[in-house]
């Protein structure tokens, strides 16, 4: 009993864990909490990600799956990130069904299909972003679309035209900053939409093709409840092989 006590002091993740076990609600979020304590420290210990960073990484995932004793913070998403781009967690995660109960759809490949770990990861971490973005801006017209760049979220936007997406950079990157992520603008900063390949407003300034043209991110999670459009994102990317644009399908 003592050393359960003395793991909880220095463990906050085990502490609520415990203390939510304590109150007899098996709730699905609780279930989901603690396979993702074992399967994160236990597929990171084989894939040499430290206890330490797995760990911090249990949080984001545990407010990701909708577990309200969860905080997302700076500290969890970049320990998050840290865990998904490491190759061979990467492996591990396509090959178990540790985060089976995080669910989402992809577009990939010229069809629609279930997402993978990541892609689901992605694409709920761009649904909280977006709710938060929401708030700001007092609107939801417009899309987020989130990769893994450099061990790190980054996060660009999509809303419709030019002049509207000017006036959000400023709502994206006070987000983007709140939550440790990086922003790609996609007008500031060098007029990023210039360098896209095919280097036009139009279809080139949706978010999705925004982030895959800038990174060249194989997996991309996005904000909007139906999946990437059908008259241009569909398309674009029915061209790249083996991408995976995920998405909720959860309407906004």
């Not at 050393?3 to 993740?13: C, H, S």
């Not at 977006?130 to 790190?152: C, I, Q, W």
Request: charged share 10%; aromatic share 6%.
């Amino acid at each position: 009993m003592a050393m359960d006590t003395l793991n909880q002091k220095r463990n906050p993740i085990l502490a609520a864990i415990a203390q939510e076990y304590r109150s007899s609600v098996l709730t699905e979020a609780f279930v989901f909490s603690v396979k993702t304590v074992l399967a994160v420290v236990g597929l990171g210990a084989v894939a040499g990600v430290s206890a330490g960073i797995a760990l911090q990484a249990v949080p984001a995932l545990m407010a990701i799956a909708g577990n309200a004793k969860a905080r997302l913070t700076t500290e969890s998403l970049g320990a998050l990130a840290t865990v998904l781009s490491n190759p061979s967690m990467l492996r591990l995660l396509s090959s178990t069904n540790a985060f089976g109960g995080l669910k989402a759809n992809a577009w990939s490949n010229g069809q629609v299909t279930t997402a993978s770990p990541v892609g689901a990861i992605l694409a709920r971490v761009s649904d909280i972003l977006y709710k938060a973005v929401s708030e700001r801006v007092g609107s939801s017209d417009f899309t987020l679309a989130v990769g893994l760049v450099n061990g790190r979220f980054a996060i660009t936007v999509n809303s419709g035209s030019l002049s509207k997406i000017q006036n959000m950079e400023q709502a994206v990157a006070q987000v983007a900053q709140r939550y440790g992520v990086s922003f790609l603008r996609p007008v500031s900063e060098g007029g990023l939409i210039g360098r896209l390949p095919n280097g036009s407003f139009g279809g080139a300034s949706h978010a999705e093709q925004v982030l895959y043209g800038l990174t060249k991110s194989p997996i991309i999670g996005i904000s909007h409840s139906s999946g990437p459009c059908a008259w241009s994102c569909r398309p674009f990317f029915a061209n790249i092989p083996n991408v995976e644009i995920a998405f909720t399908g959860i309407r906004k």
